[in-house]
């Protein structure tokens, strides 16, 4: 399972707080992402990075940030959380930048 | 096959039978593809991958073919058990090279239900 954990695993809060979402691996693989997955969009990257301190947006990063300080930890924020968000978020890792591999995700519900 | 929109394809069959998952890809530059496995409440899990330098890949019971003519992909899973229900979704790289790190479009997926 590449040693990815996720946290925290279930998560409700109020629009216009900000939140947290981490992503944890044990692998030190270089490659790192974040998706959001909802019904009838299927998975959408939201930003990537690719090594420390190295980020980049995806298809819908918008209203996300993230940060990447160490190589086992990839951080997503939602500065202000709106009821658009809410969704479900994966993280995934790769170690050669094709086969990624996903974490087993976070259910985020913004009231 | 997969497509866009508010309604997954989907595909019953029954125990023991072969399954044959269909996916269309959008990018002619993309040169890796995927199938992942999504069962309910879980993250996708890898299955297999080919390049597309190949035709066919094997692994365990599945059996991806991969046709660059129409930009076609399929997942063959044989003997089919209720323990492969599930979603699956293809996804493509889009070309490597350059700054694509590895990034993935991923397709809609299907819905698999085996009946005992």
């Known amino acids: 399972d590449a040693g990815i954990t996720q946290s925290p695993r279930h998560k409700v809060t109020e629009t216009g707080t900000p939140v947290t979402l981490r992503c944890h691996q044990t692998?030190?693989?270089?490659?790192m992402y974040w998706y959001r997955q909802d019904p009838g969009h299927g998975l959408r990257l939201i930003h990537y990075?690719?090594?420390?301190?190295?980020?980049d947006k995806g298809e819908v990063s918008d209203g996300y940030s993230v940060s990447r300080s160490k190589t086992e930890d990839f951080l997503l924020t939602l500065e202000s959380a709106t009821s658009s968000q809410t969704s479900v978020y994966f993280c995934?890792?790769?170690?050669?930048?094709?086969?990624?591999?996903f974490g087993p995700g976070t259910r985020l519900t913004v009231l | 096959g997969e497509s866009v929109g508010l309604h997954l394809p989907t595909l019953s069959v029954q125990e023991g039978d072969n399954s044959i998952i269909n996916c269309a890809y959008s990018?002619?530059?993309?040169?890796?593809f995927i199938w992942y496995k999504q069962e309910s409440g879980k993250g996708p899990q890898f299955i297999i991958d080919?390049?597309?330098?190949?035709d066919k890949r094997q692994g365990q019971r599945v059996t991806v073919l991969l046709n660059k003519t129409v930009k076609h992909l399929s997942l063959q899973i044989a003997a089919t058990q209720p323990g492969d229900s599930a979603v699956y979704f293809c996804?493509?790289?889009?070309?490597?090279?350059?700054?694509?790190?590895?990034?993935?479009?991923f397709g809609q997926g299907t819905i698999l239900t085996v009946h005992p």
């Open positions: 995934a890792v790769s170690p050669t930048d094709n086969e990624q591999f």
């Open positions: 080919i390049r597309s330098n190949m």
């Open positions: 990075s690719y090594g420390v301190k190295d980020t």
């Open positions: 692998e030190n693989h270089r490659y």
């Open positions: 996804a493509e790289n889009g070309g490597a090279g350059g700054t694509s790190y590895g990034k993935l479009t």
């Open positions: 990018n002619s530059a993309s040169d890796y």
